[in-house]
Nanobody, 128 residues
Framework: QVQLVESGGGLVQAGGSLRLSCAAS????????MGWFRQAPGKEREFVAA????????YYADSVKGRFTISRDNAKNTVYLQMNSLKPEDTAVYYC?????????????????????WGPGTQVTVSS
């Protein structure tokens, strides 16, 4: 099992930037990918971005492509989400997730069930 703790959330004005961090501990050697999801009030949790641990390949939701960047620091077992040009609709609780199961050709890394470990989340609020 991998333990995850997010940080870096807060209140920012529209057009501003935030960088989220997710520190992993525990069985981090078995991590194949990590992802970011978000959940706004009254809405389902949705995919934001993901990164494969082995080669750094990244995946993004269309709604954040070009504005958000996911990256990793293997030595620190940490994944980051740089969020620029924030919009009020980006307001949500952001969750970090880890996948410790081998990635198959059918794995998109964009679904909740692609991940087995989750952090408690960090609130991001973008004011207009």
């Amino acid at each position: 099992q991998v333990q995850l703790v997010e940080s870096g959330g807060g209140l920012v004005q529209a057009g501003g930037s935030l960088r989220l961090s997710c520190a992993a501990s525990g069985r981090t050697f078995s991590t194949y990918a990590m992802g970011w999801f978000r959940q706004a009030p009254g809405k389902e949790r949705e995919f934001v971005a993901a990164i494969r641990w082995s080669d750094g390949r990244t995946y993004y939701a269309d709604s954040v492509k070009g504005r958000f960047t996911i990256s990793r620091d293997n030595a620190k077992n940490t994944v980051y989400l740089q969020m620029n040009s924030l919009k009020p609709e980006d307001t949500a609780v952001y969750y970090c997730a880890a996948r410790t199961v081998f990635i198959t050709y059918t794995t998109t890394l964009k679904n909740l069930h692609d991940y087995g470990d989750w952090g408690p989340g960090t609130q991001v609020t973008v004011s207009s």
